[in-house]
């Protein structure tokens, strides 16, 4: 491994200095972490299909033109981003009632939301991460209301575009967590979508069984991860197989 300079190392990932100026490099660790690191393991496999799965996303949401600091996957584990100023707020889309809004609202897991519900959490670990309101973060000047709306409009359309992309492939987006960036180009700031999209930081039910096809099952010890990963990958279409399963879905008849 060559003498990069390591910027910066999180939960799951590692961010080393990039080739070019205002560039960074993204590893993704095999490291599973929940519950603040309270639980932690590491699952052989986890940060390669993360890498995979990620790309994938980032580059069908730059292809609907979400702005996304995504530049190309480099290898197995790493992609080349642009270096962005991260906001610190993880911006939290929900469809279906699950984990902490269940607990919080009684709400049996599985209830479908009347709506589309966005919610704001403050990136801290110590702090465990806490739910922050709008006021919260203009006050404390995380983000500006101009900033808040963007990250509301790119949130819900993400999620469009995710719910009909996970949908085609029998599978319910549930809810998902993403993070924002501030890109610098010559004058002028636009808010990107950064870090990561994948199982680690999404709620990915089966549509038929609602088997649970993301991070759900390494904190609540249900085993099986990569294989639900490697599951999710495969419906993606970005692992190429030894075996591939029958196809099941609709295919093309060709008239003669
Ligand atoms: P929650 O129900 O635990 O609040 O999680 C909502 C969504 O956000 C779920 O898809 C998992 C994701 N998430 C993260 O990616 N990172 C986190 O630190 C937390 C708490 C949740
Ligand atoms: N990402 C957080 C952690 O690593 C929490 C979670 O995803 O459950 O602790």
Not at 54 to 78: C, D, Q, W, Y
Not at 80 to 100: K, Q, Y
Not at 152 to 179: H, Q
Request: proline share 4%; with cysteine; charged share 30%.
């Amino acid at each position: 491994m060559n003498r990069r300079r390591r910027v910066y190392e999180g939960k799951a990932k590692i961010l080393y200095e990039g080739p070019e100026p205002g560039t960074l490099i993204q590893h993704f660790k095999d490291d599973a972490t929940a519950f603040n690191k309270k639980k932690h393991d590491v699952i052989e496999g986890k940060g390669v299909l993360n890498n995979r799965i990620s790309e994938h996303i980032f580059l069908k949401l730059a292809e609907i033109g979400v702005p996304t600091h995504f530049i190309k996957r480099i290898n197995m584990r790493e992609q080349l981003i642009r270096e962005v100023e991260i906001i610190p707020v993880e911006v939290v889309v929900r469809n279906v009632a699950a984990g902490s809004l269940s607990k919080r609202l009684g709400l049996e897991e599985g209830t479908q939301l009347p709506r589309s519900i966005i919610e704001f959490y403050y990136k801290a670990d110590e702090l465990d991460d806490p739910m922050v309101s709008e006021e919260h973060i203009t006050a404390f000047g995380w983000a500006n209301p101009q900033e808040i709306d963007e990250m509301m409009a790119l949130g819900l359309r993400i999620n469009d575009f995710m719910t009909g992309l996970f949908l085609g492939i029998g599978i319910r987006l549930v809810d998902f967590k993403v993070e924002f960036g501030r890109l610098f180009e010559n004058d002028m700031m636009r808010i990107v979508l950064a870090d990561e999209i994948s199982p680690d930081c999404c709620r990915l039910w089966d549509i038929e069984s609602d088997d649970k096809l993301d991070k759900d099952r390494f904190r609540r010890d249900m085993g099986g991860l990569v294989e639900a990963y490697r599951e999710v990958a495969r419906r993606l279409g970005i692992l190429v197989e030894n075996n591939p399963a029958p196809h099941k879905g609709p295919h093309l008849v060709r008239s003669k």
